[in-house]
DNA sequence: ATGTGGTTCCATCAATTGATTGAATCGTAA
DNA sequence: TTACGATTCAATCAATTGATGGAACCACAT
């Protein structure tokens, strides 16, 4: 059923939505087996029954994250692909590296939450995943590096992956990083941005093809 | 005690080497709540009561095993700095991320332990950490990028963390990233290096200075 | 007021998990 | 062999955790 996870989207004041947005929060910070039904109800302040009347079992919760994340995430690669639109490559990658890491420091639980999707093994099989796949091979093509979203080289793949990575890891480790350059948040998140631009865009626009194996 | 973990590196043979192989890498696959000492005794084919024995209680272990990773990393840190020092940067970037690249990919465990820890909380407070902020210090001045390993330009730092996440990033989403490009494991492993080369080494050796604020 | 459906909490359960105890086992030196 | 320390395991405990049942509560239409 996502007519669950469509109601609580659309109320996030009902019960479905508060249980939800500090769901997405605690799961991202400890991910699914660092956290317990108990966390989220005692920070949400109901009981654990509560919680489960509403989502049912732990797992589902977390799918229901996992689902809700992965249309906020949809959504806003939609809006930067119609912000970038005919734009030169050069202006299109710096405006999407600037949003989508503008993006992620404002919802930090979603890259906690696909870091944890990537890397880690939940001991029980997950079945839903991020969607990344086709996330990134339409990174690939409203980017112009592929024709259609089917068929991105290898390599393509590659690089946009790398992108999405630094951005997440800056925005995953900045409690690790923030103080080992002794800079405020804000100044952190503006370093973040130019250093991924710095690094990144220089990938996609030079010529030099050292990609071959 | 340092002993402990001493002769268990020093005799990998031994019942408290063997434990601490297997915690290394389940640990690294889990992480530390997603792992229990049951999984890691059926690995090594003993009795929890045993890994107890040897090892005291889990966080113990836990805290050996960062330890351990954390020299190792130190060790192969050294060896990368003898091998580049005096050439010049571009080569030194070259061949460090080469080597780093192969480490990592050949010890997949120390890349999901280190960005567990950065990225995941627990919820008993770490003590210990990956000594990351001297490490990364240490690579920026091994660079050249730094006279000495305090005062780090910030820029600098972000940077080397930039690009050791990269790689650390496509060492431990291999599984996730490998069905993605549709390659063999070797393939994979070249393919990481050339895209981490290729974005990185520019970013160290261009002129052009966008990192201001 | 009365009933009804939806919601919430208290009490409780079963399974998991970290950890310990005490008995058995093994290697080895006397 | 015997004695002794080191090691291993079966059995067990207490705490945590996911989950449920049933009573109480609430809003609201009748």
Redesign the interface.
């Known amino acids: 059923m996502a007519s669950a996870l469509e109601k609580a989207r659309k109320d996030p004041e009902s019960m479905k939505g508060k249980i939800l947005t500090v769901a997405r929060r605690i799961f991202g910070?400890?991910?699914?087996?660092?956290t317990t039904t108990r966390m989220i109800a005692l920070e949400v302040g109901i009981d654990i029954s509560t919680l489960h009347y509403h989502w049912g079992e732990k797992g589902d919760l977390y799918e229901a994250v996992v689902l809700d994340i992965s249309k906020d995430l949809g959504q806003e690669l939609i809006k930067v692909e119609k912000r970038i639109h005919g734009l030169p490559l050069q202006d299109r990658l710096a405006i999407s590296i600037d949003r989508m890491t503008e993006y992620f420091f404002a919802h930090p639980e979603i890259s906690?939450l696909i870091?944890?999707?990537?890397?880690?093994?939940?001991?029980e099989e997950a079945g839903l995943d991020f969607k990344?796949?086709e996330f990134?091979a339409d990174i690939a093509r409203s980017m112009g590096l592929a024709k259609d979203r089917q068929n991105v080289p290898?390599?393509v793949?590659?690089?946009v992956?790398?992108m999405m990575?630094?951005i997440?890891?800056?925005v995953?480790?900045e409690n690790?990083?923030r103080p080992?350059?002794?800079?405020d948040r804000g100044?952190y998140i503006?370093?973040?941005k130019?250093?991924?631009?710095?690094?990144?865009i220089?990938?996609f626009t030079?010529n030099?093809d050292?990609?071959?194996?």
């Open positions: 910070e400890y991910g699914f087996h660092g906690n870091l944890f999707r990537y890397f880690g093994k939940t001991r990344v796949p990134t290898p390599d793949m590659m690089k992956l790398g990575n630094s997440h890891s800056f995953c480790g690790f990083f080992m350059v002794n800079l100044t503006d370093m973040a130019n250093t991924l631009k710095f690094i990144h220089p990938a030079q030099t050292l990609t071959g194996a």
